[in-house]
């Protein structure tokens, strides 16, 4: 079975640092990019940036360049969403989701990780 | 890069035909055939409903079909059941290499 396979839900206060993980099986990972979108509360679907596993090469969204960064290792199958600082405005609902080259669509998704962040 | 446009909600009864649009502009729905579309029920993951405009994935009902006319797609859900309520939300490429979603529409069987 395909599957993306993220980390569990995250509580963080301002400033702290976090990485958040998602896991593929079932497929050749370094075969299609992985996709990082944020759903706030009620709201809908931002694309943040993608990764490319087989050469690690990134594109950002300008309104999320800088702010995070986006990994991965091929070796285990496994991209990262990472931030340095994290903010009251991160508090968010994050999915990877499989990024088909040729189609240009996200075909499989993460279950999403809940993020808050509260002091 | 500013959201496509969705209406927020659109209603109709089951057995009728709805349609969505996601309006663009010419830098990315408008410019390539790279629109996709998203099916969201409560609590859970997107699932992909449309790809390449009008493609529709296998496993996908054939009651779903899109289309697009200049900078505008278009979803359309024929003989509406009540399993198809749920948020949908349109995507697309940009020519800035970003990809951009629309702001989501509810869909409600009555």
């Known amino acids: 079975e395909v599957q993306l396979v993220q980390s569990g839900a995250e509580v963080q206060k301002p400033g702290e640092s976090l990485r958040i993980s998602c896991q593929g099986s079932?497929?050749?990972?370094?075969?299609?990019?992985i996709s990082w979108v944020r759903q706030t509360p009620g709201k809908g679907l931002e694309w943040m940036g993608r990764?490319?596993?087989?050469?690690?090469?990134?594109k950002y969204s300008p309104s999320f360049e800088g702010h995070v960064t986006i990994s991965a290792d091929k070796s285990i199958s496994t991209a990262s969403l990472q931030w340095s600082s994290l903010k009251a405005s991160d508090t968010a609902i994050y999915f990877c989701?499989?990024?088909?080259?040729?189609?240009?669509?996200?075909?499989?998704w993460g279950q999403g990780t809940m993020l808050t962040v509260s002091s | 890069q500013s959201a496509l446009t969705q209406p927020a909600s659109v209603s109709g009864s089951p057995g009728q035909s709805i349609t969505i649009s996601c309006t663009g502009t010419?830098?990315?729905?408008?410019?390539?055939?790279?629109v996709s579309w998203y099916q969201q029920y409560p609590g859970k993951a997107p699932k992909l409903m449309i790809y390449?405009?009008?493609h529709r994935p296998s496993g996908v009902s054939n009651r779903f079909s899109g289309s697009k006319s200049g900078n505008t797609a278009s979803l359309t859900i024929s003989g509406l059941q009540a399993e198809d309520e749920a948020d949908y939300y349109c995507?697309?490429?940009?020519?800035?290499?970003?990809?951009?979603f629309g702001g989501g529409t509810k869909v409600t069987v009555l």
């Open positions: 989701a499989r990024h088909h080259k040729i189609q240009d669509a996200f075909d499989i």
């Open positions: 079932g497929y050749s990972f370094r075969s299609f990019w």
């Open positions: 990764i490319d596993p087989s050469d690690s090469s990134t």
């Open positions: 010419s830098s990315d729905v408008g410019g390539h055939h790279y």
């Open positions: 390449d405009v009008s």
């Open positions: 995507s697309s490429y940009t020519f800035t290499n970003t990809r951009v």
